[in-house]
Every structure is written in C-alpha cells, then in structure tokens.
C-alpha cells in the first residue's frame, strides 16, 4: 500500500517562528502537493511540486514556501507563522499519470498562538 | 481555482437512512473523484468517474457523472455508524497534475 507519512499530528507554534511541515511518500511518486483544510472551504491547494526541485504555486501560496530535495520527500515553510495560519494540513502524493491516483498523509493540525 | 461547491454542507441523519449529496462545478470537468475524510485522518478515494452520464457502485456508495460535466451525485444507501466524515469531490486540471476540491460534506450518522 502507498504510504504517506507527516512528520507531526498536532504542533502548536508561536506568531513569528519559523515552521517546518514534513511529508514523505514511499511510492515513488512524480508528484506531491500541500493543502490546507478549513471548516467550509474545502481543501485548498499551497503548492505543489511534479519534481525534484520543482515547485508550482497553488490557489493560496502567501505566506508559505516549499522545498524538494529529494523526490520522497515534501517541505512546507511558514517563514513567519501568523494566527491566520492555524488550520490542517495535508500533504498528498500521485503519480504523473492518472488522476484517480492521489493518495493523503493523515495531516498536521497547526495552531499558532 | 476551479470553485467546486458541494451540498448540503452537514447531515445528521437517523442509522439505516439513505444519504444523498452533490457537487456543482461552474466549468466542465472530464473525471470526477470523491473522497472521504475519517476524522483525524486524510481523505480516502471512494469513486472515481470518468465519463458524462457514468452511474458507478462501490458497495453502498453510488455516484454518477452527471450529464453536462458540471457536476456529480453521491448516494449512500442504509448508512452505518462508520459512514460518518466529511465527503469531498474533485476533479483534476486539464493537465492532470492539480486537483480542486469541493468544500464538502459532513455526514453524522446516529445509532
């Protein structure tokens, strides 16, 4: 079975610091995305990567960066985590090929105080 | 992005009823998806649809590709406990590597 990995459940941060959100996927797949999740808004997408090194902005990238070093792995970056920050997120892995192939990571849920 | 608007926005519906739910898109998608979301957990694909008028089973579950690609049905037949989440569709980007997401719905299921 595919296996997308987070590397926190919950993480509660202070307005200012700098956070690292990690995702790991041991599938070997091209692409992997980052979302965050709001009650009534649905998933909205920050950014997304379709290779090593390759970054694509999403529908909400402000405030956010990514980094892809290596193709199993996926960084989130809140340079300067804001209260407006607090939500879920998900980090989702799929191949190149097929839409119906995109696997979710049980999320992080960030509070930032 | 793409809005996807889904409803209703919540359920809460006795053991053993029939659930229905869609998601309305205000452009033409070529697949629909719907997912669902345990609690504390990421979502799950449930059905995927890849043609207009498309009417596909997954034991309980029943979704159809509604006619004018705008939009999609899901229904649940005699819902269980285990049912209860929130069920999201989506449709992917013409390229194939985005997705958009409905804002969802969440379904409580009392025993």
């Known amino acids: 079975d595919v296996k997308v990995t987070q590397s926190s459940r919950y993480l509660v941060k202070r307005t200012g610091e700098k956070v690292f959100l990690e995702c790991v996927q041991d599938?070997?797949?091209?692409?992997m995305f980052w979302y965050r999740q709001d009650p009534g808004l649905g998933l909205r997408l920050i950014y997304f990567?379709?290779?090593?090194?390759?970054?694509e902005k999403g529908d909400i990238p402000e405030g956010y960066s990514v980094s892809r070093e290596k193709k199993e792995r996926f960084s989130l970056i809140l340079e300067s985590a804001s209260t407006n920050q607090t939500s879920m997120y998900l980090c989702?892995?799929?191949?190149?090929?097929?839409?119906?192939?995109?696997?979710f990571g049980p999320g992080t849920r960030l509070t930032v105080l | 992005g793409q809005q996807l608007n889904q409803s209703p926005q919540s359920m809460f519906i006795q053991e053993g009823e029939d659930v229905s739910m869609n998601c309305t898109s205000s452009?033409?998608?070529?697949?629909w998806l719907w997912y669902k979301q345990d609690p504390g957990e990421g979502p799950v694909l449930l059905i995927a649809?890849?043609?207009?008028?498309e009417l596909t089973s997954n034991g309980r579950l029943t979704a159809q590709f509604g006619i004018t690609r705008k939009d999609s049905f899901l229904n649940i037949s005699a819902s269980i406990p285990s049912d209860v989440g929130i069920y999201f569709c989506?449709?992917?980007?013409?390229?194939?590597?985005?997705?958009?997401f409905g804002t969802g719905t969440s379904l409580t299921v009392i025993p």
């Open positions: 989702a892995s799929s191949l190149w090929t097929g839409p119906d192939t995109q696997y």
């Open positions: 599938m070997d797949h091209e692409n």
């Open positions: 990567s379709y290779d090593v090194k390759m970054k």
């Open positions: 452009s033409i998608f070529n697949t």
């Open positions: 649809l890849y043609k207009a008028g």
């Open positions: 989506a449709g992917p980007s013409n390229t194939g590597n985005q997705f958009y």
